[in-house]
């Protein structure tokens, strides 16, 4: 049982449970986990919900250009200008 196998369960079975149990297991240091449940989230465009995602992981790992991307675009649909 892993951060990375729980991971891709959660992409598996399209369940965001999964990316919680990997956050979880990783001691809140696995980015990939909750990159994958933001950009969950952002493909439902559940918008306000990736946002908190996308900056936990971002600073743990900060280097996935289509992370911030993503989370730029959350930020204009939500019109979060803070983030």
Sequence with gaps: RTPYMLTIMGWLNKDPSW??????????????ARRWHAGYHFGKKEFTECIPLYL??????????DSWFKL???AMRT?????
Excluded at 19 to 31: Q, T
Excluded at 79 to 83: A, H, L, Q, T
């Design 19 to 32: 990316y919680e149990a990997a956050w979880e297991e990783s001691n809140h240091s696995f980015a990939m």
């Design 56 to 65: 936990e992981a971002l600073a743990i790992s900060p280097m996935y250009p």
């Design 72 to 74: 730029g675009c959350a």
């Design 79 to 83: 019109e979060n200008w803070e983030v």
